[in-house]
């Protein structure tokens, strides 16, 4: 009679180690750092959180987003946002004042650098972006770049 059951408990719980390994492999672009303290390189200004979700959700360059960090974004609440390649950077206002944002140059980019804790990251599923949330910012440095206009 234990026999009778062995088998079918067998491939159950191999169904759900399969389930577990595919849903912890879906996304191979997004490594997890929470934890980590990681450096950023990011372009000046920041956005809100909601607008940035919203483009998200509409423009076409994000086609193809995945829902699940969408959703994880949304449930983070009044945040700020900065861009750099290929990563999206949250975090609450007051870490993001840490960083200066009135230089007004033109023909040229403007790139802060910063560290910070990374308290939970996910894979955006567009163009290898990763999603950070951060902490404990410490701003490093201010890079002007021109773009060879001027």
């Known amino acids: 009679m234990n026999n009778k059951w062995a088998i079918p ?20 672009d997004a490594i997890d750092h929470s934890g980590e303290r990681m450096s950023f390189n990011v372009s000046s200004g920041s956005s809100d959180l909601t607008k940035v979700i919203k483009n998200i959700k509409t423009l076409p360059y994000y086609e193809g ?3 699940g960090t969408v959703d994880w974004m949304e449930s983070l609440g009044n945040k700020q946002v900065v861009f750099g390649d290929d990563a999206i950077v949250i975090m609450d206002g ?7 944002y009135d230089v007004d140059v033109t023909d040229a980019y403007v790139y802060n650098y910063f560290t910070a804790n990374v308290v939970e990251n996910h894979g955006l599923g567009v163009e290898h972006t990763t999603v950070y949330y951060v902490k404990n910012i410490k701003f490093t440095g201010q890079e002007i770049v021109g773009n060879g206009l001027a």
Request: aromatic residues 16%; without cysteine; glycine residues 0%.
């Open 9 to 28: 408990l067998v491939i159950i719980f191999a169904v759900l180690f399969v389930l577990v390994v595919a849903y912890i492999d879906d996304n191979p």
């Open 65 to 67: 987003y995945d829902e």
């Open 94 to 100: 007051f870490e993001a004042m840490k960083i200066p």
